[in-house]
């Protein structure tokens, strides 16, 4: 079994910054791309920003130079340092993570979410 945990969120100024964290845990033998998620009621979840075991990012448009991918892999966290923020950017934040398991089993975790309340 494998799980992923975000934490972080949080309420913070139109202008202000966070970082999210997402760890992974369990019987992983290797972790493939690593996403951040977000989704306001009433609509569908989009993609904010992944990254690949190589370190190769992408951005929606809407976050790009505000909000930066990294990964440890070392330790199987992915974090999202968000600077910048708009209110617009208000929503639950979602970790995703494409993991290979133990007996080459394939994994497509999220985890529970997090809430970015950004105020004007």
């Known amino acids: 079994q494998v799980q992923v945990v975000e934490s972080g969120g949080g309420l913070v100024q139109a202008g202000g910054s966070l970082r999210l964290s997402c760890a992974a845990s369990g019987t992983i033998a290797s972790i493939n791309a690593m996403a951040w998620y977000r989704q306001v009621p009433g609509k569908q979840r989009e993609l904010v920003a992944s990254i690949t075991s190589g370190g190769s990012t992408n951005y929606a448009d809407s976050v790009k130079g505000r909000l930066t991918i990294s990964r440890d892999n070392a330790k199987n966290i992915v974090y999202l340092q968000m600077n910048s923020l708009k209110p617009e950017d208000t929503a639950v934040y979602y970790c995703?993570?494409?993991?290979?398991?133990?007996?080459?089993?394939?994994?497509?975790?999220w985890g529970q979410g997090t809430q970015v309340t950004v105020s004007s």
């Open positions: 995703n993570a494409k993991i290979l398991g133990w007996g080459s089993r394939l994994y497509d975790s």
